[in-house]
């Protein structure tokens, strides 16, 4: 008897966003190109053309730039500790009936972010035991391989070299030996009960000592599957990556 189709999946995409940053204040609010970055940002999310794309603030500033540009955008409390926080409460309040069976974490800093990479976040979903979705490119600079800036995920690829399970994520230079090494992008795919579990966890020695979210969902046993896409994005923390984001732009007009 040939199986039952699996439902398509209904993934909602959110853009966590405050005003608060350390390094680069204000920067969701950057110009880059004539775009606020988070207007930017959620643009390249919406070419993904996979679901409904909101931009989850924290400030009114926020909201009312979204607005402008013909976006959709939803009050969040500024308090919360972290994007997948602020995401659970937008998700909630958007779609209380849980229309949306997966919920997409994109930053609100990656303006230049290819639309591709948000739908390959998708892929590994297709395994049921997946609870949550990420991405990874190989590091082809060699100052990421030893900076702990350039998170390394340790990956049991698959025979196709596509999608992988997530054994650790680390600030380390790992795995050890001869081969590739992955620099992880922080674009995250929730099954929506995952997501639930997981803000609803506290804190895990091992994130708090790499100080690396995701592994909260590794060390209570849940299961983070990585598709593998050709480059990093740009993500934009330092007046230095702002620069180089304005570049970018200008220079594909």
């Not at 290819?114 to 976040?121: K, L, S, T, W, Y």
């Not at 506290?202 to 592994?215: D, T, V």
Request: net charge negative; proline share 11%.
């Amino acid at each position: 008897m040939t199986p039952p189709m699996k439902p398509p999946m209904k993934p909602i995409v959110l853009i966590p966003a405050r005003l608060a940053s350390t390094r680069l204040p204000n920067k969701m609010l950057a110009d880059i190109g004539g775009l606020p970055m988070v207007v930017r940002s959620a643009f390249q999310a919406r070419e993904a053309d996979i679901g409904r794309v909101v931009v989850a603030a924290a400030d009114p500033e926020i909201m009312e730039a979204v607005r402008d540009h013909g976006l959709e955008t939803v009050a969040t409390d500024p308090a919360h500790p972290s994007g997948s926080d602020r995401i659970w409460e937008a998700c909630s309040a958007l779609d209380p009936d849980g229309r949306h069976d997966v919920v997409i974490n994109v930053q609100g800093d990656n303006p230049t972010l290819d639309p591709a990479a948000v739908r390959a976040c998708l892929d590994p979903l297709a395994e049921p035991a997946v609870d949550i979705a990420t991405i990874a490119a190989p590091i082809v600079d060699e100052a990421e391989r030893d900076d702990p800036a350039a998170v390394k995920p340790v990956v049991s690829w698959r025979p196709d070299g596509r999608v992988g399970r997530a054994l650790y994520f680390t600030r380390a230079t790992a795995p050890y030996g001869e081969g590739e090494l992955f620099h992880h992008i922080g674009l995250y795919a929730f099954r929506r009960p995952a997501l639930q579990r997981f803000v609803s966890l506290p804190p895990s020695p091992l994130e708090e000592r790499e100080k690396l979210e995701q592994l909260r969902a590794l060390e209570d046993g849940m299961r983070i599957d990585v598709a593998r896409i050709d480059s990093v994005p740009l993500t934009v923390d330092t007046p230095a990556d702002l620069d180089r984001a304005r570049a970018v732009i200008a220079s594909a007009r």
